[in-house]
């Protein structure tokens, strides 16, 4: 199983708070760390962020991320802790929720808006909760429309509301 980077609880943390004040070349790479991206993607956005060649270094040195399996074996995870026999459905918490919105949006961004989704992401990453992901969910449709059409964003939009009602 490949793993990637993923920012960890403190780095998702320094995104908001900024209390490291991190240079903006590390601060960038930061924010471009979504458990998706491979490290020669990273590395190939480095150069262009004037970030240091040991960025993704000294960032794991902070712990400000660290290595993972994908996002799919965390939204696997998720859905392994509730019942499938429908006999009595647990709604999720509220960090299963998150979760599940973060990994879903980050890389629909990713996926269908690509580079130009990149101050998107920066809103992303300074949610703090599920709520406020989810208020992000029509300028992120918005997003799509310009990216792919109106009938795409409509229907993404549905589909991740209800993958998390």
Known sequence: MQTRWCKTEAGRNEIQQRTRRLPAGLRSILLLVDGQRSDDELQAMMSGLHAPDDALSQLAADGLI??????????????????NDGASAVAMTPAERYNLL????????????GLKGYFLQLKVERCASADDLEALLPDIATAMTK???????????EDVRASVA
């Open 147 to 157: 990216a792919r059409d109106h009938t795409f964003a409509t229907r993404w939009l």
């Open 66 to 83: 660290e290595r993972r399996s994908g996002a799919a074996s965390m939204l696997a995870a998720v859905a392994a802790t509730k019942p």
């Open 102 to 113: 973060y990994s879903r949006i980050t890389d629909d961004i990713r996926a269908h808006i």
